[in-house]
């Protein structure tokens, strides 16, 4: 079997374990344990809470969110490498280099996308230059305006990407700055985003039959497996919403009822019935749209629709019909089911060969003030005692003006050399080398680079450790 996706699922036994189609159907697995990487953000929803997922297996001692992503990457890693040996002559895979792509959701913080690119690492995906951490939104933008030749783009556009998957809807904006030679972007508002994706439809499909068969003579869970199959692979994909939309299911086993519409082992569902289903998860996703164009404080031209439950045209639908009143156009991206990986792969070629960038993201929207933790002198009125230090240097007490710590960054000055620094004497009549210089931040699209810099030198990266 092929697929163009694999389930970001594990399954544990001992010291060993399986990963995405690994998993035999119907038995307990972990799932969505990335999103444990960055637990600053609490991306439950109630759908969450009332709809957990039956499979789900139990929190164990050993699963850190650290170990289950970093071993799910290992398998998927040494999957890679084993299906390149079959398509590849062994000379040119052993002198072809190889670098992974990462990507990481919009919303997610510093630390979470440090933790990432350390279990990419563990798994054995390279380290440095050679392993690349993207945010999924703006991997799906890059893709998306790429095969967009039908959309009549000018600059100051403002478009808003809604990459509606499985188990999570993400969402960013951003602003048309140039269009020759590339299309030039920078994020109108910040990234967003929520777990209400299609999975939970499957979830409430499976608590419509138990509550509608339950009761009845003949019921057995062994039942479900066929119409859920059915309900992931057509009717989910297939519903429009449109009146008079009847779907069939078998249900062996259950005697004929005419008020449950059962007849020889098959049960008609009716559309009201399945937009029924459909509506508090579609309630929860166009809540999200809504609020990412008022973000913007900008007329938005298009919301951009990506991911597998992004190709629902009742998703589809349902959102042109909230977003008219911005004057908003909906519009379902081509391959909208793989633009993550294909943005991601079009920007990891664009950084080792530019004639491969078609969009570039030129500037992004600030997800924190950010500032730099200073020293002052200690003031009786304004500071307290207990943490006032003495400084040998100034002879007097000195106090750290506190801000909320985000990364704190340590950096080798023996790089500088010593005929660079200036000599000064300090209140101890001590001599004392002292250093001016800047810490220089660059953001990329989901990690952060900080460099030393004295005197206009530049002296390489510093090591940064978030807390």
Same mark, same amino acid.
């Given at each position: ?13 001992? $010291? ?18 990335? %999103? ?20 789900? *297996? ?17 398998? %998927?890693?040494?999957?890679?490498? &084993? ?23 919009a919303v997610w913080t510093e630390a979470a996308q440090d933790k990432t690119r350390a279990c990419a690492e563990k798994a054995g =995906? ?30 100051? $556009? ?29 994020? *109108?508002?910040?990234?967003?985003? &929520? ?5 939970? %439809? ?25 119409? =859920? ?16 939309? $009847? ?40 809540? %999200? ?28 639908d349902s959102m042109h019909q909230e977003v008219k009143a911005y004057n908003t156009q909906v519009v379902q991206v081509e391959n909208g089911w793989t633009s993550v990986v294909r943005g991601a792969l ?39 005692? &207990? ?17 909320? =710590? ?39 699209? *989901? ?21």
């Open positions: 079997m092929t697929s163009e996706k694999v389930p970001t699922e594990l399954q544990y036994d001992g $010291d060993n374990y399986k990963w995405g189609f690994q998993i035999p159907d119907g038995e307990q697995r972990f799932q969505w344990f990335k %999103l444990g990487l960055d637990p600053s953000h609490d991306r439950g929803t109630e759908l969450q809470r009332r709809y957990p997922d039956p499979l789900a *297996a139990p929190q164990g001692y050993n699963t850190t969110p650290e170990k289950m992503t970093s071993d799910y990457l290992t398998g %998927l890693r040494a999957h890679v490498e &084993s299906v390149l040996q079959t398509k590849l002559p062994q000379g040119a895979l052993l002198s072809t280099a190889i670098e992974y792509i990462i990507t990481v959701p =995906m390279g380290a440095g230059s050679a392993l690349h951490i993207i945010s999924e939104p703006e991997a799906a933008i890059i893709h998306a305006l790429s095969v967009m030749d039908h959309l009549d783009i000018q600059v100051g $556009d403002t478009f808003v990407l809604c990459d509606a998957g499985g188990g999570t809807v993400d969402l960013i904006s951003y602003t048309i700055e140039s269009i020759q030679p590339n299309l030039r972007i920078t994020e *109108a508002s910040p990234g967003s985003g &929520s777990l209400c994706g299609g999975s939970f %439809l499957n979830r409430r499909f499976q608590k419509f039959l138990e509550d509608k068969l339950g009761n009845e003579e003949g019921w057995d869970t062994d039942i479900l497996e066929e119409p =859920m199959r059915l309900f992931e692979e057509r009717i989910k994909r297939r519903f429009t919403g449109t009146f008079g939309e $009847d779907f069939i299911i078998p249900v062996a086993g259950i005697a004929d009822n005419a008020v449950l519409k059962i007849k020889r082992g098959k049960m008609t569902i009716s559309g009201v019935e399945i937009r029924k289903i459909f509506e508090p998860v579609l309630k929860e996703v166009l809540n %999200l749209v809504v609020n990412q164009i008022k973000a913007t404080k900008k007329k938005t031209k298009a919301v951009l629709l990506v991911g597998g439950f992004g190709g629902n045209a009742y998703l589809r079009m920007k990891g070629l664009a950084s080792t060969t530019p004639s491969f960038a078609t969009v570039r993201v030129s500037g992004r929207s600030a997800r924190n003030h950010y500032g730099i933790r200073n020293e002052v002198d200690y003031d009786s009125k304004e500071h307290k005692a &207990s943490e006032r230090k003495w400084s040998a240097f100034k002879g007097a007490f000195r106090i750290h003006a506190y801000v909320n =710590m985000l990364v704190e960054v340590t950096a080798d000055l023996s790089k500088i050399p010593t005929h660079r620094l200036t000599k000064t004497i300090g209140a101890d009549g001590e001599m004392y080398y002292e250093l001016e210089y800047q810490i220089e931040v660059t953001y990329y699209s *989901a990690c952060t680079k900080f460099e030393l810099i004295h005197s206009g030198v530049n002296y390489g990266p510093v090591t940064a450790e978030y807390v």
